[in-house]
């Protein structure tokens, strides 16, 4: 009932931009927020973009200014557009359904890549 599929990843010189996407289900949406994670070689996991239950978007400081979601709600879909990409944002780039109420993270898809050459 719950699912999340990440697409869009890909190799990218710094300076670059990519457009990931999170499909979704209006199962999922409707009883969960939305939010992407990401995850660097002998790296902790860490948040990089979520909704909540306004509509409202947060952004790691990391990412502010450069990073962007956005929503097709007829294709229940999350997308999150990375200008200016750097080498440090390569990582694997994970969406996952979030606990709208709490922040908790409760499913994840599998990941795309993003690398980030210099």
């Known amino acids: 009932q719950v699912q999340v599929v990440e697409s869009g990843g890909g190799s990218v010189q710094a300076g670059g931009s990519l457009r990931l996407s999170c499909a979704a289900s209006?199962?999922?949406?409707?009883?969960?927020?939305l939010g992407w994670f990401r995850q660097a070689p002998e790296k902790e996991r860490e948040g990089v973009a979520t909704?909540?239950?306004?509509?409202?978007?947060s952004y790691a400081d990391s990412v502010k200014g450069r990073f962007t979601l956005s929503r097709d709600n007829v294709e229940y879909t999350l997308f999150l557009q990375m200008n200016s990409l750097k080498p440090e944002d390569t990582a694997m780039y994970y969406c996952?359904?979030?606990?709208?109420?709490?922040?908790?993270?409760?499913?994840w898809g599998q990941g795309t890549q993003v690398t980030v050459s210099s």
């Open positions: 996952a359904a979030l606990d709208c109420y709490s922040g908790s993270t409760r499913y």
């Open positions: 209006e199962y999922t949406v409707s009883h969960y927020c």
């Open positions: 909704t909540d239950i306004y509509g409202g978007t």
